[in-house]
């Protein structure tokens, strides 16, 4: 039993001296990538990449509605933050 607490410490602060914080230079551009929508549904997945200004879109999913919802046709991920950041 003693043996296996000495592991455990051990394990601890290894895993302690690896933690390493790096400080990203503001000059460099950042690759952000962003998931808009689908948390937890089929369908309305939208994944952002946005890079030095520019955003582009991958898999820009959509869903259908279920019969609480007569009038609607397909439902789509919320666009606001792509409205908000187009310029």
Same mark, same amino acid.
């Given at each position: 039993m003693r043996q296996? !607490? !000495?592991q455990a410490t051990s394990i601890a602060v290894s895993s302690q001296k690896k933690r390493q914080t790096?400080? /990203? !230079? %503001?000059? %460099? &551009?950042? #690759?952000?990538? /962003? &998931? #808009?929508?689908g948390m937890r549904e089929i369908g309305k997945n939208m994944t952002v990449f946005e890079y030095d200004g520019d955003i582009v879109i991958i898999d820009c999913g959509m869903a259908f509605p279920d019969d609480k919802m007569p009038g609607i046709d397909i439902i789509i991920p919320d666009f606001t933050y792509l409205r908000e950041n187009r310029e």
């Amino acid at each position: 039993m003693r043996q296996n !607490k !000495k592991q455990a410490t051990s394990i601890a602060v290894s895993s302690q001296k690896k933690r390493q914080t790096k400080t /990203i !230079k %503001k000059d %460099k &551009p950042v #690759l952000r990538v /962003i &998931p #808009l929508g689908g948390m937890r549904e089929i369908g309305k997945n939208m994944t952002v990449f946005e890079y030095d200004g520019d955003i582009v879109i991958i898999d820009c999913g959509m869903a259908f509605p279920d019969d609480k919802m007569p009038g609607i046709d397909i439902i789509i991920p919320d666009f606001t933050y792509l409205r908000e950041n187009r310029e």
